[in-house]
């Protein structure tokens, strides 16, 4: 709701583009809060998946993307957007979409917790030194931004797990909950801003950008689903919805001023195919699990 909301009236957008890292930092607090990395160590099961999925995401899937963008002719600014976003972690919501449409919520949950934490590791080196994508920012000052962003909401999620016992944040586990979700709204609202004046001045970029959006989504999402159908069919379509949808708001949150403005924008249009796709294919997973 907020990208729509976020779009269609700019000032708003603008009003809360300032407090887009804020916001993701925050989000990101209270969804570290609502997760038990205790559980999280107790559900690796499979670790051998869970590596392989982690991998599959952070390092094989990028440079399989590179190579399909240049074979493309992909090398502008978006063709760099489309590769950074290969880079992310999977986003946050991947384990409730994952449950909504009846895959592995598990396996989701424990792998969108582990890309988190080593995406400050993987996709700066990758980004700005093996594939030498200009982002106006060196290759230490994102690996910092990044970690920091990440970083400090793990930090305060552990400090507050400490000082505040389990049934009290169990008690007030649903507010919490609710603040993520408005939390998501404003991130919306703050995403969107420069979006309307693009799509009236340059309506072919944006149509085109958003398309390449949805065929970015959706192309890592069946890929990953058939590398990793050996798994089971709950499993590779959980993974390949992994793959989709990754988390931009971290780049968006970290990312200078500096960097290419169609290479943010990029990144805003991703939020569509993310808050989309669990709709959109869930007839489809459900036709495949029952097959």
Avoid: H
Wanted: charged share 10%; aromatic share 8%.
């Amino acid at each position: 709701m907020g990208i729509f909301v976020g779009l269609l009236v700019p000032p708003l957008a603008a009003l809360f583009r300032d407090v887009v890292t804020i916001t993701v930092a925050g989000l990101m607090t209270l969804v570290l809060l609502r997760v038990d990395l205790a559980q999280v160590v107790a559900y690796l099961r499979r670790p051998v998946l869970v590596a392989a999925l982690s991998a599959w995401l952070l390092l094989v899937l990028p440079v399989l993307t590179y190579a399909v963008a240049m074979a493309a002719g992909l090398d502008g600014p978006l063709g760099a957007a489309l590769v950074i976003s290969a880079m992310g972690c999977a986003a946050t919501s991947s384990p409730a979409f994952a449950r909504l449409v009846g895959l592995d919520g598990e396996i989701s949950l424990v792998v969108a917790v582990i890309t988190t934490l080593l995406v400050p590791f993987t996709a700066p080196p990758l980004a700005l030194g093996l594939m030498g994508i200009d982002l106006a920012i060196s290759l230490q000052g994102l690996m910092a931004r990044l970690a920091l962003v990440v970083g400090l909401p793990l930090l305060l999620s552990i400090a507050i797990r400490r000082m505040v016992a389990p049934a009290t944040l169990a008690r007030f586990g649903p507010a919490v909950d609710g603040s993520v979700v408005w939390l998501v709204v404003l991130y919306g609202f703050g995403v969107m801003d420069g979006m309307l004046a693009k799509l009236l001045a340059e309506p072919a970029w944006v149509m085109g950008g958003l398309a390449l959006a949805f065929a970015g989504n959706f192309g890592m999402n069946v890929v990953t689903a058939l590398a990793f159908l050996a798994a089971g069919r709950r499993v590779a379509l959980a993974g390949g919805l992994l793959a989709g949808n990754r988390n931009m708001a971290l780049f968006l949150a970290v990312l200078p001023a500096a960097t290419d403005e169609r290479i943010l924008l990029f990144f805003a249009l991703c939020q569509f195919p993310l808050f989309l796709s669990p709709f959109l294919l869930r007839p489809v997973y459900g036709r495949i699990r029952a097959g």
